[in-house]
């Protein structure tokens, strides 16, 4: 293969003209391989913020309010669960970091599950899905039933299986594994965690914008996921959360704030949570902060979710090929399913060198991912990243491989 076929693969690629509308896209000397930990900014976004700086926020101020601000966790969360979530109208709301929302999910999981106190996790999953288990586990003196998963794959409906009881209350997994890239099977895990009477939390991380969803077919109950990887939405970027339009009165939620309660401005002495999903919310919403997802989303509408999906798997396709061509003979050891049917948005590569070798390569302009112990994870951005960039960044990462040896 030669870097004749990644031009061809550009030219016939229909979503090739997105990569335009990024920041930074046109800085030749600069391969950019994490979009999955990061991604970057919609081109425009600088004319849309000095706009709400100027207009919603300037001439309007706490008039705004009303006219979109206390709604906006919702109507935003309403838009990713239409174009990105599969998921119908009021169940979802945009808020809280991923972590504080795990927190919540699954304390309101609990909540719904009295009799029963065992939290499922999997050692492989990212450590703030596990470091809230066990804080939640200290909290309430649930017990924590541990999962071992094939870290080059994921969490399988076996898995799952083996240690469902009836002390069961909830399972916290993430649909795509954060390290590997393997797609769990969120309909059948659910399914089975259902026949035993336990509710799931997926973790959407990494697969919200670049992995179709479909949280309302598949049975879901409860789901949460970052916006600032492949939606783009910038450092600390609110996550999403997702409740089950009938768990979310039996879910009772731990951060009871006035934002979410029945009638803020009532301010009465009492918390009387209010109707429908808005009980999710807890204080004042992070409105400045949504801006550069509602950027993304307008892209993510225009090239649509199979498009994504279509292209992130053509560049997962492409990266692997360079990988057995390049750099499995000198070493290197693919992390991540072979099987795109399994394989979501990035890829991870394994070598002993690598721990050496990525701040050569970061200051070099070639920025993909490091993961422990010595992997490098190439994160694809389906609509900022062409086929070139990633050609261009493996025979790089590979020169400097060969040199290393
Ligand atoms: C990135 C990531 C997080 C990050 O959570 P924050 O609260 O945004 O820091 C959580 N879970 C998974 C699976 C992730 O990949």
Redesign the pocket.
């Known amino acids: 293969m030669t870097a004749m076929d990644a031009a061809a693969l550009d030219a016939a690629d229909p979503l090739a003209s997105f990569r335009d509308r990024f920041v930074g896209t046109d800085d030749a000397g600069l391969l950019y391989l994490d979009g999955n930990s990061l991604g970057r900014p919609v081109r425009d976004l600088p004319g849309r913020l000095a706009e709400f700086v100027e207009h919603e926020w300037g001439e309007r101020l706490i008039r705004s309010w009303d006219e979109g601000w206390f709604d906006q966790p919702l109507t935003l969360g309403d838009r990713l669960a239409r174009h990105v979530l599969g998921a119908a109208p009021g169940q979802t709301i945009v808020g809280d ?3 504080v929302s795990l927190y919540k999910l699954i304390r309101g999981a609990l909540s719904a599950q009295p009799d029963r106190r065992t939290i499922v996790v999997d050692r492989g ?2 450590p ?2 596990r470091y809230v288990v066990q804080g939640i586990a200290a909290e309430r003196g649930a017990e924590i039933a541990w999962l071992d998963p094939d870290p080059a794959a994921g969490v399988t409906i076996d898995d799952v299986r083996a240690v469902l009881s009836d002390d069961v209350a909830v399972i916290v997994l ?1 649909h795509v594994a ?1 390290r590997s890239g393997y797609i769990a099977d969120v309909p059948g895990i659910t399914a089975a965690a259902h026949e035993a009477g336990a509710l799931v939390v997926w ?1 959407l ?2 697969s919200a914008g670049a992995v179709p969803v479909e949280l309302d077919a598949w049975g879901v109950d409860f789901a949460t996921g ?1 916006t600032y ?1 492949y939606l783009n939405g910038g450092p600390g970027s609110p ?1 999403f959360s997702y409740v089950r339009a009938d768990l979310i009165e039996r879910a009772a939620q731990p951060i009871q704030g006035w934002m979410g309660a029945r009638d803020p401005f009532v301010m009465g002495p009492e918390y009387a949570a209010a109707d429908g999903i808005r009980r999710f919310v807890s204080g004042t919403p992070p409105v400045f902060a949504m801006l550069p997802m509602m950027a993304m989303m307008d892209l993510v509408e225009e090239a649509g979710m199979d498009r994504i999906r279509a292209k992130s798997v053509a560049l997962t396709e492409h990266a692997i090929r360079l990988h057995d061509e390049l750099l499995a003979p000198l070493g290197a050891v693919l992390a991540s399913p072979r099987d795109a049917s399994v394989r979501g948005g990035h890829v991870t590569v394994d070598h002993p060198a690598f721990p050496e070798l990525i701040g050569v390569l970061w200051r070099d302009g070639i920025v993909p991912d490091f993961r422990r112990p010595d992997g490098i994870r190439l994160g694809l951005s389906p609509l900022s990243t062409s086929f070139a960039e990633v050609d261009a960044a493996i025979r790089r990462i590979a020169d400097e491989l060969a040199r290393a040896a």
């Open positions: 970091s991923t972590t999953n990212f703030t899905d993430s954060y973790d991380c990494h970052c990887k996550a």
